[in-house]
């Protein structure tokens, strides 16, 4: 039998030679059987495992490269998972697209049907659209309204685990606070602050720091009057902060000791003391909530953002990283500026009463090339730090590094060197990672190809895929939890606008959460509340705050955000014909609500969900945070008010 390295060579020449964009399946074929052979090569403990991941990686970046290419893929569908355990899926979402074009396509079907057919019926049109919330099984009284549950899903939970059975029943108290536009977020390693990294401002050019408080807020004691029902009940202790960068900050880490929330931008780290006076010292000096401390200069170095243990800022670049050793660095003490000169850079930002603050910053304690041969292009365009090995699990963006689409895990302390590299993922790039104390070896990947996969740190290939995306959109965000030490994955959607909320062991996803119809742009859990927090874009809001793409919303009854009121019109009504005005969105020729058009609340043209799918029909209108807050007695009525979207009459250019 040939060697693993010879198998990997005849594969790569078949795919190098392959040239048909038209067949997508032998191509696919092809990517799995070199998954095939690094399986057996690892099962096997193969010697040379390092050599011969290596090798198949070349194939897939070449293959990755094609495939977007000359291929004319959209999307790439899996291939690194194990033939007995195919990607799980959501089978509420079969098609990859939304309730809005389904309606659409579905009125063209009946349109085509000829020879007196008449339109589809019920059954048929649910493979396109889902029934109403009404006809699903929530399996707890306390499940929140925001919620869609799966049929014939057995969750792991069990009274054994409460905390699991509460996740796992969707018991939660939801919450909204309007945000500027997110770009990223992170919350400390004590859940006693999540900051998010916005922006606002004229045509979002402004870059924004949100801080969000935790510890301070009244949420902790049970928040806000009797009986109220909206976001303002909760006591959102917050700062919205201009950091004084020249551009919007795509990258943001935290400093949980020293309470400092970092933000950069393409030149310059800035950070931020979160802390109550007193709290921390730099140099003598405690800066009170809100101080910007430190600006650091990272022009060469672009790329995400770290802080490593003893006081380590460290920033990767193309072909290195540079690091600050915070506790030597000088601060804005007095107001003064740090580093020499005076920053000067065009900026599309607004800077007419001086927004820009004109620190050059300090420069680094030291900087690192990349330790491998070949590493001068190496870029890491995401990374998250593995604490139990210290260290960095590092994503590479296809169009920023050679058309390479790596995810390693390196070792910064030895020069950045590459210790273990895992494959599997079709993207151009990683768009975040996860980690769980609940196991120490295993870690969760967010794919722009539309999974979710779980990875062992021991092994290259992914032990878990979890098709999130349908091949129609990104894998905006994941978040791998373990309550009660059972394995539970959240993921984030931009086109699905929902949030899911997958068992591992089961192999199913439990339910998905309502965002408001707003994309998912990260997700953060809260360890110390039991608390999922996710950012979220309204697509439907302009660059000026205006939004667009509305109609009239056709909400019934139950799914307004007081349902009991429709109870109160129903006194007295035999419950049967209660029963036929809930259904009344599966008469005539409409596919959703036939309710009247509600003049006061609008719904997006091109949402997703249409207004049955949940049990609150809610739009959000604007950025949002959204608070899942999991408990065993929630209060239902805790649900965010309604947005304040407007029609768009004009049709103008936005």
């Known amino acids: 039998m040939s060697s693993y390295l010879q198998q990997l060579d005849h594969l790569a020449n078949r795919i190098a030679q392959y040239?048909?964009?038209?067949?997508?399946?032998?191509?696919?074929?092809?990517?799995?059987?070199?998954?095939?052979?690094?399986?057996?090569?690892?099962?096997?403990?193969?010697?040379?495992?390092?050599?011969?991941?290596?090798?198949?990686?070349?194939?897939?970046?070449?293959?990755?490269?094609?495939?977007?290419?000359?291929?004319?893929?959209?999307?790439?569908?899996?291939?690194?998972?194990?033939?007995?355990?195919?990607?799980?899926?959501?089978?509420?979402?079969?098609?990859?697209?939304?309730?809005?074009?389904?309606?659409?396509?579905?009125r063209i079907i009946d349109s085509m049907r000829v020879n007196g057919a008449g339109p589809l019926s019920a059954?048929?049109?649910?493979?396109?659209?889902?029934?109403?919330w009404t006809k699903s099984q929530p399996p707890h009284p306390k499940s929140t309204r925001l919620s869609r549950f799966r049929d014939n899903v057995r969750p792991s939970a069990t009274d054994a685990t409460p905390l699991a059975r509460t996740i796992y029943q969707a018991r939660c108290e939801v919450a909204s606070d309007s945000i500027p536009c997110p770009v990223n977020a992170a919350i400390a390693s004590d859940s006693s602050v999540l900051a998010i990294a916005g922006k606002g401002g004229w045509k979002n050019r402004d870059p924004v720091l949100s801080l969000y408080l935790l510890d301070e807020g009244s949420a902790e004691q049970g928040g806000g009057p009797a009986g109220a029902r909206s976001s303002q009940s909760l006591d959102w202790r917050c700062m919205n902060i201009d950091p004084g960068l020249s551009e919007v900050a795509y990258q943001i880490a935290l400093d949980t000791p020293r309470k400092l929330a970092l933000v950069a931008d393409s030149h310059r780290i800035k950070s931020f003391c979160w802390g109550q006076s007193g709290g921390v010292e730099f140099e003598g000096w405690s800066p009170t909530q809100g101080n910007n401390v430190h600006t650091l200069d990272s022009d060469r170095y672009r790329g995400p953002l770290a802080v490593l243990p003893n006081g380590r800022v460290v920033r990767a670049g193309k072909g290195g990283f540079a690091l600050w050793n915070i506790d030597e660095l000088p601060t804005h003490k007095g107001g003064r500026r740090v580093g020499r000169g005076k920053y000067s850079d065009d900026s599309w930002r607004d800077n007419d009463n001086g927004e820009i603050e004109r620190s050059t910053g300090t420069t680094p304690t030291t900087t690192v090339k990349f330790a491998g041969a070949g590493d001068e292009t190496f870029a890491p365009d995401s990374w998250h730090l593995h604490d139990p090995s210290g260290h960095m699990l590092v994503g590479e963006n296809g169009r920023d590094s050679a058309g390479r689409y790596g995810c390693y895990a390196i070792d910064l302390e030895q020069g950045g060197r590459k210790v273990a590299r895992y494959l599997g993922h079709g993207g151009n790039a990683i768009e975040g990672f996860s980690t769980s104390a609940g196991d120490a070896?295993?870690?969760a990947t967010a794919g722009a190809d539309g999974y979710a996969r779980l990875y062992d740190v021991r092994h290259p290939l992914p032990v878990i895929t979890i098709d999130s995306g349908k091949l129609s959109e990104f894998c905006t965000s994941v978040q791998l939890v373990h309550p009660d030490g059972i394995p539970t994955l959240f993921t984030g959607g931009d086109k699905s606008q929902s949030v899911r909320c997958w068992d591992i062991r089961a192999q199913a996803v439990v339910y998905e959460l309502s965002t408001g119809n707003n994309?998912?742009?990260?997700?953060?859990?809260?360890?110390?509340?039991?608390?999922?927090?996710?950012?979220?874009?309204?697509?439907y809001m302009d660059r000026l705050g205006s939004t667009h793409g509305y109609r009239h919303a056709r909400i019934p009854r139950w799914a307004q955000l007081c349902p009991e009121d429709h109870e109160r019109e129903n006194d007295g009504l035999e419950e049967e014909d209660v029963d036929m005005q809930d259904d009344e969105e599966y008469d005539g020729d409409e596919y959703d609500s036939m309710e009247d058009d509600d003049d006061e609340n609008n719904w997006p043209k091109d949402a997703y969900h249409n207004e049955t799918f949940f049990g609150y029909a809610y739009d959000a209108g604007e950025h949002v945070l959204l608070r899942y807050a999991f408990k065993e007695d929630p209060d239902l009525q805790e649900l965010p008010e309604y947005g304040q979207a407007s029609l768009d009459y004009d049709d103008g250019y936005w």
Do not use: M
């Open 519 to 539: 994309s998912v742009c990260t997700l953060s859990w809260d360890a110390k509340r039991d608390v999922l927090y996710a950012t979220t874009e309204c697509d």
């Open 123 to 132: 059954t048929q049109r649910e493979e396109f659209v889902p029934p109403p």
């Open 19 to 106: 040239n048909d964009p038209r067949k997508h399946d032998p191509y696919l074929d092809l990517l799995k059987e070199v998954a095939a052979v690094v399986r057996e090569a690892d099962t096997r403990g193969a010697p040379n495992l390092t050599e011969i991941v290596e090798k198949a990686g070349a194939i897939y970046d070449s293959a990755i490269n094609w495939a977007y290419g000359d291929g004319d893929f959209d999307f790439l569908p899996s291939y690194a998972h194990t033939p007995d355990a195919p990607p799980i899926k959501d089978p509420l979402h079969r098609f990859g697209f939304g309730a809005g074009p389904a309606i659409e396509l579905l």
């Open 441 to 443: 070896n295993v870690f």
